[in-house]
């Protein structure tokens, strides 16, 4: 990112084909999942790509085939695009982990645009209380925290440990609290563990430090290999820790009986489903989930991303294209 690599183009308006809707957007969360895209952790798909999947705005072109949305209906766009649909996976209702599936910003321009294209049954209708700058943070850093959270299987009264603190997290926070969790989150910066406070959290330490007590559970969202270990050391017999991005920097070697032993779990998430999705959206409502974002136009992408890389964002940056602003 500190090289700029993201150029500003007048691309002719996408065109809906069949059963997919055309957007235009009011604004684009910025995920960590897009460095990766950017800065090649992940392998390239398609290139040139237009990143971003936390994506609100309005329905204003239709293709043929759709009938769940009108014009002018409020939606999102997230990371997964599509899937077949016919696997095993996606008949046992883990299309998360369809071989087949595509994913917004990836395999198809997403939403660092005015207007994107999605595939009508893969978008979300938008709950009325949530302005298009605090629904975009939901689209991703929300939907992939919560299933986070799912795999922790904690209830109320949970010690749950974080590690690192920023856009999915610091929405995972509300959803945890309202849930009845106690929250201890260790996270780099001092901007960071001061949200992370003021959210609620029971405790509040450095990136790898453990927390006080043995926890029931803990969430990674720092794509650090060297924070497994004293995340795992923070587990109390039986406890579970699941990895929550994308990508992870190399785990280093770590010792049976230390890290794993008392029937310690240690599990990822991939991706989402679109029941996430939609059970996020209503619980964020009823709570309601609150997102701290950032705006930046649409021609500060760039600056945007380094500065999440940098850990200089406070929750999320969002982007607005100039049409909106």
């Known amino acids: 990112m500190e090289n700029s690599p993201l150029h500003l ?13 055309r957007v235009r957007i009011r604004a684009c969360g910025v995920c960590r999942t897009d460095l990766h895209v950017i800065e090649g952790d992940l392998p390239s798909r398609k290139l ?16 043929r085939l759709t009938s769940k949305f009108k014009k002018g209906d409020r939606v999102g766009i997230a990371w997964l695009r599509s899937t077949c649909g016919q696997c095993e996976d ?31 049954p893969y978008a979300y209708r938008i709950p009325d209380r949530f302005k298009e700058d605090e629904a975009a943070p939901l689209l991703c850093a929300g939907i992939i925290g919560f299933r986070a959270f799912k795999r922790c299987d904690v209830g109320p009264g949970a010690r749950l440990g974080l590690f690192g603190f920023g856009s999915s997290a610091h929405i995972t926070i509300q959803v945890a609290r309202h849930l009845e969790c106690e929250v201890y989150v260790s996270t ?10 003021d959210l609620g959290a029971r405790w509040v330490g450095e990136a790898d430090e453990i927390p006080p007590v043995k926890l029931d559970a803990a969430i990674l969202f720092a794509p650090v290999g060297n924070l497994v270990p004293p995340a795992l050391r923070s587990l109390g017999k039986g406890g579970r820790l699941v990895s929550a991005g994308i990508h992870l920097t190399t ?9 794993f032993f008392h029937e310690k779990v240690f599990t990822s998430v991939e991706s989402n489903t679109r029941r ?8 964020a409502a009823k709570i309601p989930v609150r997102a701290r974002v950032e705006i930046f136009p649409l021609d500060e992408a760039n600056r945007a991303l380094l500065l999440l890389k940098q850990g200089a964002i406070e929750g999320t940056a969002v982007l607005v ?3 909106n602003s």
């Open 9 to 21: 183009l007048v691309l002719p308006p996408p065109e809906p084909g069949a059963g997919e809707i």
């Open 48 to 63: 040139p790509i237009v990143p971003g999947h936390q994506v609100v705005g309005v329905v204003d072109q239709k293709g």
């Open 90 to 120: 996606c008949r046992r209702g883990n299309e998360n982990l369809c071989e087949m599936s595509r994913y917004t910003g990836y395999d198809a321009d997403g939403g660092y645009a005015e207007y994107a294209v999605v595939p009508e």
């Open 188 to 197: 780099r910066g001092a901007k960071h563990r001061k949200l992370a406070s």
């Open 251 to 259: 785990i280093p070697e770590m010792t049976y009986k230390e890290h």
């Open 276 to 283: 996430d999705g939609e059970e996020l959206l209503t619980l």
């Open 321 to 323: 294209p100039s049409s």
